[in-house]
């Protein structure tokens, strides 16, 4: 019975799998919400990322934005090359690991995606080495707009990055996510997601505040983070924000604090893919009124280009 279960559910994947983009994310979020999603006159905070990703999306710019090397000329280019966590190496040829003369203190990921990453404190033997050249091979070869149906991510060319490893001897530094609404006026909403025991043995905990620094709306798998220790670092971070967000209507830009000084972490344009459950207590429609959607776009450095990108089919 357990052997037919399996096989009707491999079939049922099957067939979703060849369905359009679109219409996998309807099931998909019927699955997690409970009720089909409104894409083409979106209300909520992942429906309009749903809006973004197969209606109204300017996939050039995001995939140029969204690349974790190309990304840094963009950087440079907006507020200075100092909030940029320094770049060792770079490379599609994971065998020019080998050649580096450590990789104690340093983080090794692919530049086209999330979720890829290997995080060294300690000077890896051959084994281990031997190991992350295998996984970055496996990497390079990822086509990582068919994890969640995010086709900018088609468009950069894979490579490996090694970049110093930010944070203290003993744990990964905290995620500090500016989700950043621009209300066309010159003026801002935004929702600071603080991301933190990623590396520990428990519930990744969350903690999120709406419009200020100070009163948490919400948070999941506490474990009593203050973050006002960090709270000129963090308005610093607030200010930086605003400057990057201001040629969207949309963009979550994170943040890594360390020994007060603030480092850039990546731009992300479809936070979760649409499919995030985490947004409780009406943020989810909260953060969906914030956001007025009008597809603007930043006008790109010269060297932060991308080639022509092809639409998906139809909705």
């Keep these: 019975m357990l052997n037919a279960k399996t096989g009707i559910k491999k079939a049922a994947l099957s067939v979703i799998r060849i369905m359009p983009w679109s219409c996998q994310d309807r099931l998909y ?15 909520s905070f992942n429906e309009r990322v749903l809006f973004r990703k197969f209606i109204k999306g300017d996939y050039n710019c ?18 200075g090359e100092e909030y940029l966590i320094p770049l060792l190496h770079t490379t599609d040829n994971p065998e020019t690991l080998f050649e580096l003369e450590t990789l104690k203190d340093t983080v090794v990921k692919p530049n086209h995606g999330s979720g890829m990453v290997k995080v060294f404190t300690e000077e890896p033997d051959f084994i281990e080495k031997y190991k992350l050249i295998e996984g970055c091979e ?18 950069i060319k894979p490579q490996i990055m090694v970049e110093q490893r930010i944070g203290d001897e003993k744990s990964t530094a905290i995620d500090y996510k500016f989700h950043m609404f621009n209300k066309q006026d010159g003026h801002f909403e935004y929702v600071l997601q603080v991301i933190f025991n990623r590396s520990d043995n428990q519930p990744l905990s969350m903690l999120f505040y709406v419009n200020n620094l100070d009163t948490c709306f919400y948070r999941r798998f506490d474990t009593g983070l203050d973050i006002r220790a960090n709270r000129a670092s963090l308005e610093e971070a607030l200010a930086l924000s605003k400057k990057l967000a201001s040629d969207f209507d949309y963009v979550r830009i994170d943040w890594y604090i360390s020994q007060d000084k603030v480092y850039f972490g990546e731009l992300t344009f479809t936070p979760g893919a649409g499919l995030m459950p985490v947004l409780k207590h009406g943020l989810d429609e909260m953060m969906g009124n914030m956001w007025i959607q009008d597809g603007r776009s930043a006008t790109l450095p010269e060297r932060t280009q991308t080639a022509s990108v092809v639409p998906l089919r139809s909705v």
């Excluded at 979020?29 to 209300?43: E, G, S």
């Excluded at 140029?64 to 090397?69: C, E, P, R, V």
């Design 29 to 43: 979020y019927f699955h997690r919400f409970k009720r089909l999603p409104d894409i083409r006159h979106p209300q």
């Design 62 to 79: 995001y995939a140029a934005l969204s690349d974790k090397i190309q990304v840094r000329d963009y950087i440079s280019h907006t507020i």
């Design 138 to 155: 496996a990497w390079l070869k990822c086509d990582y707009s068919h994890e969640s149906r995010e086709i900018h991510y088609r468009y």
